[in-house]
């Protein structure tokens, strides 16, 4: 079955810039998605399409996608950013969704 | 504004049938480009799809859950229904709904999640 790859974990001082990395083969293709689920929360949305933000996502948030990887940047992290970060997208279909395994994203 | 409310029980036998109900409002599930979809997630573990259902009744399962899966919408309810079937304990995790867009079968809103315990 499909698979996306991230790293488990990535850390920053405040004030650096993170990037998480996303990888699948489909990618070409298809958009990538990304969420941040804090501790005890549901997940959020804050980036589709690959690179798109939507309202109320703080601009420090961006969003890029080249051959099979999706990259999320986070430009001046914020202690506020610390959170797990799932990329998401489809098969090949386009039918069936499926999630990276997840990074833990610490700003410290 | 867009709401979705997840509901069932907390605890299930193994082999048993789970039922999960996602009460939404704020939008209708008859309109072209909607659908909703259920994500669990077992504690400290990923997220994981399972399901969706679109305005059109095309229904898409995970692939490794398809032969357990069955998806289901009320649209005058607002409702969608989720059954898991021969629940073991491997299946406890929170199970959330959302919505998504059939353009690209994203997440926009979601659901508080339910946690579902599989234990004797």
């Known amino acids: 079955s499909y698979e996306l790859t991230q790293p488990p974990s990535v850390s920053v001082s405040p004030g650096q810039t993170a990037r998480i990395t996303c990888s699948g083969d489909a990618l070409p293709k298809k958009y990538a998605y990304w969420y941040q689920q804090k501790s005890g929360q549901a997940p959020v949305l804050v980036i589709y399409e690959d690179s798109k933000r939507p309202s109320g996502i703080p601009e420090r948030f961006s969003g890029s996608s080249s051959g099979t990887m999706a990259t999320l940047t986070i430009s001046g992290a914020q202690v506020e950013d610390e959170a797990d970060y799932y990329c998401y997208s489809t098969d090949s279909s386009g039918n069936r969704g499926v999630f990276g395994g997840g990074t833990k994203l610490t700003v410290l | 504004q867009v709401t979705l409310r997840e509901s069932g029980p907390a605890l299930v036998k193994p082999t048993q049938t789970l039922t999960l109900t996602c009460t939404f409002s704020g939008f209708s599930l008859s309109t072209s480009g909607m659908c909703v979809s259920w994500i669990r997630q077992p504690p400290g573990k990923a997220l994981e799809w399972l399901a969706l259902i679109d305005w059109d009744d095309d229904k898409y399962y995970s692939t490794s859950l398809k032969t357990r899966l069955t998806i289901s919408k009320d649209t005058s309810k607002n409702q969608v229904v989720l059954t898991m079937t021969n629940m073991d304990p491997v299946d406890t995790a929170t199970y959330y709904c959302?919505?998504?867009?059939?353009?690209?079968?994203?997440?926009?809103?979601w659901g508080q999640g339910t946690l579902v315990t599989v234990s004797s």
């Open positions: 959302a919505r998504c867009i059939a353009a690209g079968y994203y997440f926009d809103y």
